[in-house]
C-alpha cells in the first residue's frame, strides 16, 4: 500500500478514472438504449448487470495485461499494411456499432415499434439485450484497458479507477436512461454520438488517431444547442396554453 503515500499515484488514480468515467459514456448511452426496449421490470436488471459484466471483463483484462499488450504486435499483412488482434478487435467493434445504431436510427424515424404481445419474445429479447451488452463492454473495455496502459503501469491503480468508474456508472445510468429514452430528439442524438464512436474506432484500427476530446466536444456542444432548443419549445408550449 505505499504505492497511495506518493502524490504522483494520486493524481494517476484521479486522472485514469476520470478518463474511464469519459470513456464510458458511450457505454451507458448504448446500454440506456438497449435497456429501453425491454419491459421496464427488466431494464434496471439489463442496466446493472451490462455495467456489472464491463467491470468484471475490465479487471480481468488488466490482469492479464500483458497478453492485452501482445494484442498491438501485427498478426496480419495486406499489401503491406499490418494489422494487430487490436485493429481486428476495434474495426470489427466499430462496423457492429454503425450497423445497430443505424437500424436504431431507421427503426425511431420509420417510427415502427416492437410487439409486445408475447411474453417470449420479450424473455429471448433481454437475452439479445445482454448479448449484445456483453459484445459492446467487450470491444470498450480493450479501448479502455489500452489507453490506460499509457498513463500508468501500476495494476492496482487501473483496477481501481475501473471499479470507481463503474459504480459512478451505475448510480447515474437510470437517470441517463430516463433521460435518453424519454426525450426523442435526445436519442437520436444519442445514436448519431455512437455513429461517430464507429467510425472512430474503425479509424483507429487504420492506424490513424483521432483525438477523442474532438468527438466528446462536439457531442457536448451538440447536447446544449439541444438543451436550450428543449427549453425554448417548453416555454412556447407554455405560453400557448396560458
Known amino acids: 500500500m505505499e504505492i497511495f503515500l506518493q502524490p504522483d499515484a494520486w493524481v494517476a488514480l484521479l486522472t485514469l478514472t476520470f478518463m474511464e468515467i469519459v470513456l464510458g459514456i458511450d457505454n451507458i448511452i448504448f446500454?440506456?438504449?438497449?435497456?429501453?426496449?425491454?419491459?421496464?421490470?427488466?431494464?434496471?436488471?439489463?442496466?446493472?448487470?451490462?455495467?456489472?459484466?464491463?467491470?468484471?471483463?475490465?479487471?480481468?483484462?488488466?490482469?492479464?495485461?500483458?497478453?492485452?499488450i501482445g494484442l498491438t504486435d501485427p498478426v496480419l499483412s495486406l499489401s503491406g499494411f499490418e494489422l494487430s488482434w487490436r485493429d481486428i478487435i476495434l474495426a470489427a467493434g466499430g462496423i457492429f456499432l454503425l450497423v445497430?445504431?443505424?437500424?436504431?436510427?431507421?427503426?425511431k424515424v420509420e417510427g415502427k415499434e416492437d410487439e409486445e404481445g408475447s411474453t417470449n419474445?420479450?424473455?429471448?429479447?433481454?437475452?439479445?439485450?445482454?448479448?449484445?451488452?456483453?459484445?459492446?463492454?467487450?470491444?470498450?473495455?480493450?479501448?479502455?484497458?489500452?489507453?490506460a496502459v499509457g498513463?500508468?503501469?501500476?495494476?492496482?491503480?487501473?483496477?481501481?479507477?475501473?471499479?470507481?468508474?463503474?459504480?459512478?456508472?451505475?448510480?447515474?445510468?437510470k437517470a441517463v436512461g430516463d433521460f435518453v429514452n424519454k426525450h426523442p430528439t435526445i436519442q437520436i442524438l444519442a445514436l448519431s454520438f455512437l455513429i461517430l464512436i464507429g467510425v472512430m474506432l474503425i479509424v483507429e484500427a487504420a492506424h490513424y488517431h483521432v483525438p477523442k476530446g474532438y468527438i466528446y466536444f462536439s457531442v457536448f456542444f451538440s447536447l446544449?444547442?439541444?438543451?436550450?432548443?428543449?427549453?425554448?419549445?417548453?416555454?412556447?408550449?407554455?405560453?400557448?396554453?396560458?
Open 151 to 173: 498513463l500508468t503501469d501500476e495494476i492496482l491503480l487501473m483496477i481501481i479507477a475501473v471499479v470507481i468508474s463503474i459504480i459512478v456508472m451505475m448510480v447515474f445510468a
Open 100 to 107: 445497430k445504431t443505424t437500424l436504431e436510427i431507421h427503426h
Open 121 to 147: 419474445k420479450k424473455v429471448s429479447s433481454f437475452g439479445y439485450a445482454i448479448l449484445q451488452i456483453v459484445a459492446l463492454d467487450l470491444i470498450f473495455s480493450f479501448d479502455s484497458i489500452l489507453t
Open 31 to 68: 446500454i440506456s438504449i438497449v435497456a429501453g426496449k425491454l419491459p421496464e421490470s427488466q431494464q434496471k436488471k439489463a442496466r446493472v448487470g451490462g455495467l456489472a459484466v464491463a467491470m468484471v471483463m475490465r479487471v480481468l483484462l488488466l490482469l492479464s495485461i500483458t497478453w492485452i
Open 224 to 242: 446544449a444547442i439541444e438543451m436550450l432548443n428543449m427549453r425554448y419549445r417548453k416555454k412556447n408550449s407554455t405560453g400557448a396554453k396560458a
